[in-house]
């Protein structure tokens, strides 16, 4: 029955990792960066996460002005 659906005999693959934006349902403040399994990604992508790591703010401060960067 396994074999008729795609399984096969032997050990499987090893997934490829992927690095995603994860944002907390309940706490979407707190996104940050993670790696998963590439069989996990549909599960994240299905709650607002996206492929990649988040956006970070940096601030570079000038007296009387202030300068914000992101780095992608």
Do not use: R, W
Not at 8 to 19: L, P, S
Not at 25 to 52: F, M, R, W
Request: some cysteine; proline content about 3%.
């Amino acid at each position: 029955a396994h074999l008729a659906h795609g399984d096969y005999e032997g050990v499987c693959a090893d997934q490829e990792d992927i690095i995603i934006c994860h944002i907390p349902v309940d706490n979407q403040e707190n996104a940050h960066t993670i790696k998963i399994n590439a069989d996990e990604l549909s599960a994240h992508e299905a709650h607002g996460d996206t492929v990649g790591g988040c956006p970070t703010l940096d601030l570079q401060f000038k007296e009387m002005e202030v300068t914000q960067y992101y780095k992608q």
